[in-house]
């Protein structure tokens, strides 16, 4: 959806291990020179990335062992600094800050996997408090919704979890001075990133 709408950078923070619909893979589908940053603190994630690139290409995608509640330290790697100037502060007009987070409904099972969670913190964000983290950002419809049921545009893709656990997920937009026709967006973010 962002790669359709103009956006050709993406930060993937907090990666997790790569899939074969991996963010660099999709975004070039539709913009074949979209430019990719993956970062996570788990060296596991990070080989591995480096080992799919190793066979996909390194050219415009770079992998960056980092912790994102750190975003300094994320921000000064060289791999980075060049694709954004900050996370959601420093997003230019235009860009989109997508967030995913699993969610359980079931108490007792998300307190027994808290309690065996290596990471340290782990969170079992509600609906409301995720759509708070998207700030002043307006939200893509359908707003915070069971991730595999997220569809851009569709007020009615709202697609109930068939399981106590899942992904919710959610897109948010800065604004272009006001503006908030999504055709306009998706066409002046997409001359906002210049080309590398």
């Not at 074949?32 to 993956?38: I, S």
């Not at 060296?43 to 975003?71: F, Q, S, Y």
């Not at 068939?162 to 001359?191: F, H, M, N, P, S």
């Amino acid at each position: 959806w962002a790669a359709l709408n103009g956006i050709r950078c993406f930060v993937d923070l907090g990666a997790g291990l790569l899939t074969g619909e991996c963010i660099h893979r999709t975004a070039r589908t539709v913009i074949p020179g979209a430019r990719v940053v993956y970062v996570d603190y788990d060296l596991e994630v990070t080989n591995e990335a480096e080992m799919i690139l190793d066979k996909d290409g390194h050219d415009g995608v770079a992998v960056i062992r980092a912790d994102l509640r750190d975003p300094a330290a994320v921000l000064a790697e060289p791999g980075l600094r060049e694709v954004v100037a900050g996370y959601v502060r420093g997003v230019a007009p235009g860009s989109v800050v997508v967030i995913s987070v699993p969610r359980d409904d079931d108490p007792r099972l998300f307190g027994e996997v808290q309690a065996a969670w290596p990471g340290g913190e782990l969170w079992n964000h509600t609906r409301e408090e995720v759509a708070g983290f998207f700030g002043d950002l307006e939200m893509v419809s359908p707003g915070v919704v069971a991730a595999r049921g997220w569809r851009g545009g569709m007020r009615d893709a709202n697609v109930q979890p068939d399981r106590k656990t899942y992904v919710l997920g959610g897109i948010g937009r800065k604004l272009l001075g006001g503006q908030r026709d999504d055709r306009a967006q998706g066409a002046v973010a997409a001359e906002l990133v210049p080309p590398r």
